[in-house]
Nanobody, 120 residues
Framework: QVHLVESGGGLMQAGGSLRLSCAASGIAFRIDDMGWYRQTPGKQRELVAVITSGGETNYADSVKGRFTISRDNAKMQVYLQMNSLKPEDTAIYCC??????????????WGQGTQVTVSA
């Protein structure tokens, strides 16, 4: 079983920066894509950024040029550097990972989420 735990959320003024971290623990044959979604009340969950095990990245248009996703495969961690924050970035940010277990079963794992609040 793989578990994900996020950290680094908080309150920030518009224009500021925050760095989110997500640590995976447990045993897996392989962790493929890792990424971040965000959720706000009344809105559909939005994919913010994703990174493959090889380092290829993809971003939502709303965060391109401001957010950077990275990962450390050895530590099984993924990060989200968020710069030039805007009030509309306020959301619960959840980490996810596509995991292949030792029995070759594929599944998506999710963290509990961390709140990011950006004040105007």
């Amino acid at each position: 079983q793989v578990h994900l735990v996020e950290s680094g959320g908080g309150l920030m003024q518009a224009g500021g920066s925050l760095r989110l971290s997500c640590a995976a623990s447990g045993i897996a044959f392989r962790i493929d894509d890792m990424g971040w979604y965000r959720q706000t009340p009344g809105k559909q969950r939005e994919l913010v950024a994703v990174i493959t095990s090889g380092g290829e990245t993809n971003y939502a248009d709303s965060v391109k040029g401001r957010f950077t996703i990275s990962r450390d495969n050895a530590k099984m961690q993924v990060y989200l550097q968020m710069n030039s924050l805007k009030p509309e970035d306020t959301a619960i940010y959840c980490c996810y990972a596509k995991v292949l277990s030792m029995t070759m079963a594929a599944s998506d794992k999710w963290g509990q989420g961390t709140q990011v609040t950006v004040s105007a």
